[in-house]
Nanobody
């Protein structure tokens, strides 16, 4: 079975940092393009960042550019999201997602992804 398991969410004060992790099983991790998405209460799910299978390319939503960094360790089957300078508006459930793709690009749209984790909650207090 394919499983994506996120961890690292927490309650943090504005200006603080968190690192989210997403561990994959049941798939060959370096066949996967990976992404992070988030959904706040009452809002639609939105893309945060994505990375190609090799980690050589990445994309970020404008709202997180310069504050969040996506990375991956293919030897550990793990995707990361380093989140710095957190703001209250970053409060959301964060999901990782995967799709089989070995191209040099990654996808912004949630509709391109086939596999999803259960999410980890990030709450930023002001």
């Amino acid at each position: 079975d394919v499983r994506l398991v996120e961890s690292g969410g927490a309650l943090v004060q504005a200006g603080g940092s968190l690192r989210l992790s997403c561990t994959a099983s049941g798939l060959t991790f370096d066949d996967l393009t990976m992404g992070w998405f988030r959904q706040a209460p009452g809002k639609e799910r939105e893309g945060v960042s994505c990375t190609s299978w090799s980690g050589s390319s990445a994309r970020y939503a404008d709202s997180v550019k310069g504050r969040f960094t996506i990375s991956r360790d293919n030897a550990k089957n793990t995707l990361y999201l380093q989140m710095d300078s957190l703001k209250p508006e970053d409060t959301a459930m964060y999901y990782c997602a995967a799709v089989k793709n070995r191209g040099s690009w990654c996808y912004d749209s949630q509709y391109e992804y086939d596999y999803w984790g259960q999410g980890t909650q990030v709450t930023v207090s002001s």
